[in-house]
């Protein structure tokens, strides 16, 4: 069955070139000039998609979004802009426009963006719950919340911000509207902002040509052409220094970006996902993070919730990971305590469920008799953070040999750093005078590695 697309525009050679590449890609049109002419044609039929132009004889693109969006919600809006309009456009997507494009009209881009809208369709709502549930489990609302939020942002290519402090899940949630965007198929790449050295921050995004730099001795890629098509997260977005923010900015603005030593531009199809545990609102009063960018990355935002404020999920999370550590190792069946189970709700978890994570992981292999109890948890690793008592002091038990001694000490002075930055990383790692390549290998050494 052919799509059929509303084209509302009321300049004739614009209608007609909308028309004929819709024409071309063997799919229908109808076109009207104004916005009156538009809801008309929306009562009387269904469409697949509607590209609209900003400026209207009765009106604006902005109206149309909205109306479409509070009546024919599962029709995709794309809007057209004048050149460099960038507010009208941003307030678009906000208003919950699908992506909009700007004039002069560049063909390849308009058949991306109708194939990339075509492909939204209509959702199926119970297998995008589904397949969001399973990413991030949780039965509390508020949890509900979040999964109904992602399966709505999913069909829009608009910018996403997600806040929430570290060890929340926000990759997972990014991981998750991918999975159920029309960009699916294509690649997602994500990538911590904060562990790129500066100098190698402006290749690793937009790549390099042979040539351009010492030890540029080939070609290469960079982030946003390994996206192209997908999905670029780009987690603590807020260590981006100020440079590397003017020219993400551009390359959001103008759908292209320039590889290290290249004298051409390269067209870029690419969704852009960023997150960070900072406050990024107080890092732009600070002058810490432009204005302008965050105002752009932060068109539609989600905020994870702390573990703290839906304790009810916890059982649930901490007995999946349990039976997910089991399948992986055929010959074990470590099981939970009661009295485990009781402690790890009452307890605050700064590290929200990347500590839970760690926490089941370490108690499986130093639980003895298959069943993790309460000592096996070691809750009070860097100073107790609840009310309730825990059996003694981990760094009081017997160890079997110097190694080990020195290997619970190296563990506390890591949990202690992480559980004083919320479980980042590059800051634990800054505030222990190492690097975050170091750290990494430490907690992969010491089985405290969440990745």
């Known amino acids: 069955m ?21 024409s071309r890609m063997g799919i229908s049109a109808t076109a009207v000039e104004t ?35 509070h009546n024919y919600p599962q029709t995709p809006v794309a809007v057209i802009t004048a050149y460099g309009n960038v507010e009208l456009a941003v307030e678009a997507l906000k208003l919950g426009a699908f992506d909009f494009l700007s004039k002069p009209i560049a063909l390849p881009k308009l058949r991306q963006l109708i194939t990339n809208a075509l492909a ?36 829009s290519q608009a910018p996403l911000f997600i806040s929430g402090e570290s060890g929340t899940g926000k990759e997972l949630a990014a991981r998750s509207i991918h999975q ?11 990538v911590n902002c904060g562990a790129i050295p500066s100098e190698l921050m402006e290749s690793e995004f937009f790549g390099h040509m042979k040539g351009s730099f010492t030890g540029a001795i080939d070609n290469k890629d960079g982030l946003f052409q390994a996206a192209d098509g997908g999905t670029l997260f780009l987690d603590e977005v807020a260590d ?25 531009e390269v067209d870029i199809d690419v969704r852009l996902i960023s997150a960070t545990h900072k406050n990024l609102q107080q890092a732009v009063d600070k002058g810490d993070f432009r204005s302008d960018l965050f ?12 573990l703290r404020d839906r304790h009810d999920d916890i059982e649930l999370l ?37 500590e839970l994570e760690n926490i089941i992981e370490r108690a499986s292999t130093l639980c003895e008799d298959g069943v993790i109890g309460l000592h096996d948890l070691k809750l009070n690793l860097g100073g107790a953070r609840d009310s309730i008592d825990i ?14 001694h020195l290997e619970e000490i190296e563990k506390d002075i890591l949990m202690d750093a992480l559980e004083k930055t919320r479980w980042n990383k590059t800051e634990a790692a800054k505030k222990l005078g190492i690097s975050f390549r170091s750290i990494r290998y430490r907690l992969k050494k010491l089985g405290l590695d969440d990745e």
Do not use: W
């Open 2 to 22: 052919s799509k059929h697309v509303l084209v509302i525009d009321d300049e004739q050679d614009l209608r007609e070139l909308l028309t004929l590449t819709l």
């Open 318 to 354: 901490a007995r999946h990971m349990l039976d997910r550590l089991n399948a992986s190792c055929s010959k074990q069946n470590i099981l939970l305590s009661q009295q485990a189970l009781e402690k790890m709700v009452a307890y605050s978890f700064p590290g929200n469920v990347r």
């Open 180 to 190: 159920q965007s029309p960009r699916a198929s294509k690649p997602f790449v994500p």
């Open 240 to 264: 981006l220094p100020l440079a590397m923010q003017v020219k993400l900015l551009r390359a959001i603005q103008e759908k292209r970006i320039r590889p290290v030593g290249s004298e051409t």
């Open 391 to 404: 059996h003694g002091d981990p760094r009081n038990e017997s160890v079997d040999s110097l190694d080990d």
């Open 35 to 69: 916005l009156t002419e538009a809801k008309d044609a929306l009562e009387k039929s269904p469409f697949d998609l509607c590209l609209t132009d900003m400026r209207l004889p009765d009106g604006n693109g902005l109206d149309i979004v909205d109306h479409i969006q």
């Open 120 to 155: 939204s369709g209509p959702t199926d709502q119970s297998q995008s719950q589904k397949q969001s549930q399973a990413l991030l489990l949780g039965d509390s609302s508020i949890m509900q919340n979040v999964r109904a939020q992602i399966v709505k942002v999913a069909r």
């Open 295 to 306: 105002y752009r990355l932060n068109v539609i935002d989600i905020t994870m919730p702390n």
